[in-house]
């Protein structure tokens, strides 16, 4: 393996336990006086257009939501569901034990630090609070950039924004969005994280066929780092 000078990270999934939507997302749905069910549905369903951003912001993206749910709740309405939503994602994002330790390490050892993330509006929003945010160099969000993996675009973004080609970078996720074949595809190496907790984790498009290198842990980043050249 060669010594990188930069790991990018995933973050639903990588540096977070694995994400199942959470009771608190009930909360949002009765706001817009929609069912439970339909709303998750359509969530489901417009996963990509919605971490696009090319629905607006976060208040025109509930519109747009509510609009294939059939509703149609007031402004005032959006507004408090657009807040409900925050929490709610917010409640169902778990840092791993790990991430704090490895990023700190990697910084320690001269190594930048990225996170490249599908998300939609809220996860830009809370991220500063979190314990990992002063460890992470640059932060590339599909929600900002207009494209979502595994468009190189969001790769090459990030790249841009350290300063380094491809080939410096590793890249860890967890699979979903066919992340790992996109980083691939951009000029980075890859590898899967497989924590025992993803069996649960709630994951679109996933890279189901990858056949690369595998990871137990968010620690074993510091051993792929650390190996010498050749």
Known sequence: MPRYQAVLFD???????????????????????????????????????????????AEATMRWVCDRAGVHPSDRAI????????????????????????????????????????????????????????????RVFSVQVGRCKP??????????????????CLYVGDGGSQELTGAERAGMTAVRLTAPDLADHMVFNADRSWDGPLLASLAAVLDLVAAPVG
Do not use: K, M, W
């Open 79 to 138: 507004r408090a569901a657009v807040h409900s939503r925050h929490r709610a994602v917010r409640a169902d994002t778990r840092l791993r034990d790990e991430a704090v330790p490895v990023l700190a390490a990697l910084r320690q050892r001269g190594v930048r630090t990225g996170l490249i993330s599908d998300c939609t509006h809220e996860l830009p929003a809370f991220l500063p609070q979190l314990a990992i945010a002063p460890l992470l160099d640059v």
């Open 11 to 57: 973050f639903f999934g990588t540096l977070t336990r694995c994400v199942r939507r959470g009771s608190a997302h009930r909360a949002t749905a009765d706001l817009l006086g929609c069912p439970p069910e339909t709303l998750t549905e359509v969530l489901d369903r417009t996963y990509y257009q919605r971490a696009s951003g090319r629905l607006g912001n």
């Open 151 to 168: 468009d190189r675009a969001l790769y090459l973004a990030a790249c841009r924004r350290l300063g380094l080609v491809p080939a410096d």
